[in-house]
């Protein structure tokens, strides 16, 4: 039995990073559908000027959908943070943590910004629980990232596959919703 070619499977390929160089030779490639970045990988690679960097990504990239993080910790801050990135284009989604460095989740925080039409990516979930409550503060009508960092979860020696398998399962009434396998290893 042959696999099938990676044209004829059901996933989106994202580009992770924050080399513009790197972001502009992807944005070449076809199969590249889309483009995460976030701040640590901005000050690895010397951004001095975060909204300045991502109105570049945005011209290189064209329409293809794009996550820009919010890099503040407390609520409020992430909220007006958030909020300004979703003007810088259609195709931008805010990337929010599912928790802050307190353990606080985000859950009341993402709820609002659906609520509100922001367009989100949802990183750093490492549990089904969490799953299970960021796909209850979607909007079902607005388009979201739930990224579970399955590398993470395998990890730990567990097998990420039936974990994603629930957690694709948890976000069956969220059809705007994509689960996205984050943190590969």
């Known amino acids: 039995m042959t696999a099938p070619h ?19 030779e992807l944005a070449a490639n076809p199969r590249i559908q889309g ?16 909204k300045a ?9 064209g329409g293809r959908p794009v ?9 409020p801050t992430m909220e007006a943070q958030a909020r300004e990135i979703a003007t810088w284009g259609d195709n931008v989604y805010v990337k929010i943590p599912v928790s802050n460095t307190k353990g606080e989740s985000s859950c009341p925080l993402i709820r609002r ?34 990224s579970v960092f399955a590398g993470r ?3 730990t020696g567990r097998d990420p596959i039936p974990h994603m398998a629930e957690a694709l399962e948890l976000l069956r009434d969220r059809p705007k919703a994509e689960l996205l396998w984050a943190s590969p290893r």
Do not use: C, H, W
């Open 6 to 24: 990676v044209d004829k499977l059901r996933i989106r390929v994202f580009a992770d990073g924050a080399d513009l160089k790197n972001i502009r």
């Open 35 to 50: 483009f995460t970045t976030n701040p640590t990988l901005m000050r690895a690679a010397g951004v001095t000027d975060y």
């Open 53 to 61: 960097f991502s109105l570049d990504v945005l011209k290189v990239i």
């Open 67 to 75: 996550s820009f993080e919010v890099f503040a910790d407390d609520f």
């Open 113 to 146: 910004l659906a609520k509100a039409g922001v367009k989100l990516n949802v990183t750093a979930i490492m549990t089904l629980e969490q799953v299970k409550d960021v796909g209850e503060a979607l909007d079902p009508a607005v388009p979201a990232v739930v």
């Open 153 to 155: 979860v395998a990890d």
